[in-house]
């Protein structure tokens, strides 16, 4: 994936190494509360590679979202350390965009003027340039000047990932994305993704519970235990894109994924 | 017309000016069935608004009830929402803050009359402070709730895409806060309708509130009485309407959607 690396409008500057984008060292995460100590994250050790498409996996409840707030910066860890080009993370940062399940556009604002909010430092020309060209890459053209409330679920989640890429982060968290969304529109998404993934190559962190979605994206499926959660095993796709869901190896990697995470899943 | 199929478009304005004519006609027999001395039939009333417009009153003492609610009220909301998008900003402020806001808001703007008169004398600035508290209230306790509802993701978002805190607070708290605000300022804007008449009854020569008073005490008019009510109650859908418009602007409406 290395080579491929980031499309030449990006702004951040290239990693020293081409190799590790992503790094985590022995990350844990215990909330406090009601004189409670309860360990979420243990021991959390995980490298991703620049470009690279990783899904987290595992039981409802279990951290996975907990795990991209500390990838992000939003959730400083108790124990550990996270870093990003060899730079230790200290809080949110526009290079790396956070996508949410739900409610993650603002609804006062358009279609255009949500793509363009984190480019008001940009000169108007550049940024109506932009506007455009993610209003493209997501489709929604004609809805430029609509509002989040004429727009459907998947339209909705379509504008929070141009919104996010407009600033051309060097990576995208994307937490559990298309949950909200009917299973169509869910399948129609994932298409959706992997032709904005392998046009604009970003190193892509995805959140999900379900499988199908994780070994029809991924490049590697993370695989965490239940709470406090560990990594439990990390399962390669060596399947290129696009992947047919009905080839032996397809099903071969997903029965191994199903098995992986336990009975809960399989009943 | 069942209860679910959009009336039809003469349905829409026939209903209504069925049932004002209606109330109008029971208002006009009432009258004169009950040969009351005091109450004043329709048609009195109506004389007695072109009374009032051939006196040039009417107009100057709308414009002067308008007046009072305008500088009260323009000032309610300079000082109320940016002190109330602080207090629901800063937590810990309003947590120190609060409880005087809580004694305060109940107390009637009318309890405030001898205090305010001590305070500003007689004329206009009574009237106005008692508008301005009037208003005041409703305004601040709007803007805190309607910051500390913004969602968590709103925050979180731009926070992700490196906006300051006072950028956070102008580009996502405000615009998320609004709808909830735009309803406060139109709540405190019919109350501080309300509150004028009742101030101009007491500290100035002039204003409907004035209007009311005067027309029972200078020779019992009780014709004017009703006009001058009337009147009052005009302006003050007139205005809430043009409140209701600003509701209606497309980066507000999504918050009325259930």
Known sequence: MGELGLSTKAVAPLPVRSGVKLHLEHVGVVFEGDGKRVPVLEDINLDISEGEFVCLVGPSGCGKSTLLNVMGGFLPPTSGTTTIDGKAVHGPDPRRILVFQEHGVFPWLTVAENIGFGLSGLPRAEREQRIAHYVQLVRLQGFEQSYPSDLSGGMKQRLQVARALAVNPDILYLDEPFGALDSITRLIMRGELLRIWQSEKRTIVFVTHDVDEAVQLADRVVVLSSRPAKIQDILTVDIPHPRNISAPRYLELRDDLLKKIGLAYTA | ?258
């Open chain 2, 1 to 258: 017309m069942t209860a679910l199929s959009k009336p039809a478009r003469w349905e829409q304005f026939f209903w209504p000016l069925f049932a004002t004519g209606l109330l109008l006609a029971a208002w006009h027999y009432g009258v004169i069935w009950s040969k009351t001395p005091v109450f004043p039939s329709p048609l009195a009333v109506k004389k007695g608004i072109v009374e009032l417009l051939h006196k040039h009153v009417l107009w100057a003492y709308i414009g002067d009830s308008l007046r009072r609610v305008g500088i009260g009220y323009g000032i309610a909301v300079i000082v109320g929402v940016p002190l109330g998008l602080a207090l629901g900003w800063y937590p810990a402020a309003l947590q120190v803050v609060n409880p005087v806001i809580q004694i305060l808001r109940p107390i009637s703007p009318i309890a405030w009359v001898p205090i305010a008169i001590v305070m500003f004398g007689i004329g206009d600035s009574p009237a106005v402070f008692l508008v301005f508290l009037s208003a005041f209230f409703p305004i601040v306790v709007a803007c805190v709730s309607g910051v500390s509802n913004v969602q968590t993701v709103f925050r979180r978002v731009g926070r992700n895409f490196g906006l300051s805190p006072q950028q956070l607070l102008t580009r996502v708290v405000f615009p998320a806060a609004l709808p909830q605000i735009l309803i406060g300022l139109r709540i405190a804007l019919g109350i501080a309708w309300l509150v004028v008449v009742a101030a101009e009854m007491i500290a100035v020569d002039s204003g409907l509130g004035y209007l009311v008073m005067d027309s029972r005490n200078s020779g019992k008019r009780y014709d004017l009485v009703v006009a001058a009510m009337l009147m009052i109650g005009v302006i003050g859908l007139a205005l809430d309407i043009g409140m209701r418009r600003l509701e209606t602007m497309r980066s507000v409406r999504w918050g009325y959607r259930a």
